[in-house]
């Protein structure tokens, strides 16, 4: 059975864990190597961001990590944009606006804390990124206020996008890709390895089926939702806002 959600972990233990593991979040390829097709769902995102929304001129980044979907977005944009940082590790944040600002002459700005909480201006973005975050969020009313929120800071026209781990919503189909998902981290780096990112999961995250999340997209204003992939748990999914 899975942990129940007053006993994941807080916001302030999920930042102690990543304050730790800068290093391995700061590999462009291989940052989310516990993440199956991680490069190919970012280049995904980055290049449905660009496709639908041509003019970018601000980004925001939610729990950027060490800022690889910024700098990949960057590389595919091939133009300068100004990048709002997001990320509760200050550790993460200061290798990620060292990195971003390394291919980018615009301006770039970190903020430590949670979407959740964060005060941000209404309308100012053309793109938001969240890649393996938001299985952070916890209850229903969590998730409506958050994708509510992330649609309130868009510009018109401008566009969402997401990589993260999935559940399903038939428990025959989950306990299916759950195997499959534990053959892959075993393959990897052997059992072990797949034990102890399958304990962390428990312990943090509590991720919703993507088709559950296209829906609550559209609940709150998205009219263009879009799944561009999925594989075992997880997809690369994201939305227009006209």
């Not at 925001?60 to 100004?82: E, K, M, P």
């Not at 534990?182 to 088709?211: C, H």
């Amino acid at each position: 059975m899975p942990r129940p959600l007053h006993e994941k972990s807080t916001t302030d233990q999920i930042r102690e864990r990543f304050d730790q593991d800068v290093e391995r979040f700061s590999q462009l390829e291989t940052g989310q190597a516990a993440t199956i097709d991680a490069p190919l769902a970012m280049e995904l995102i980055t290049r449905a961001a660009v496709a639908s929304t041509p003019i970018i001129r601000r980004v925001l980044d939610i729990g950027c990590g060490a800022g690889n979907n910024t700098i990949r977005l960057r590389q595919v944009y091939g133009a300068d944009f100004d990048a709002d940082l997001l990320d509760l590790s200050p550790a993460m944040l200061e290798r990620a606006r060292e990195r971003v600002s390394e291919v980018s002459q615009r301006t770039v700005k970190t903020c430590e804390g949670d979407i959740r909480e964060v005060p941000l201006t209404a309308g100012s973005y053309d793109v938001i990124l969240a890649a393996a975050v938001l299985h952070h969020l916890r209850d229903e009313a969590d998730w409506q206020r958050t994708f509510q929120k992330i649609y309130d800071l868009l510009a018109p026209g401008g566009s969402f996008w997401i990589t993260d781990l999935v559940t399903h919503e038939t428990p025959a189909v989950q306990a299916l890709m759950w195997d499959r998902y534990g053959e892959y981290l075993t393959s990897f780096n052997g059992p072990e390895y797949r034990d102890k990112v399958f304990a962390y999961i428990d312990q943090e995250d509590s991720p919703r089926p993507v088709t559950w999340q296209l829906n609550l997209l559209r609940s709150v204003g998205f009219s263009q939702v879009e799944l561009l992939h999925k594989n075992s748990c997880f997809a690369a999914f994201g939305a227009v806002k006209t």
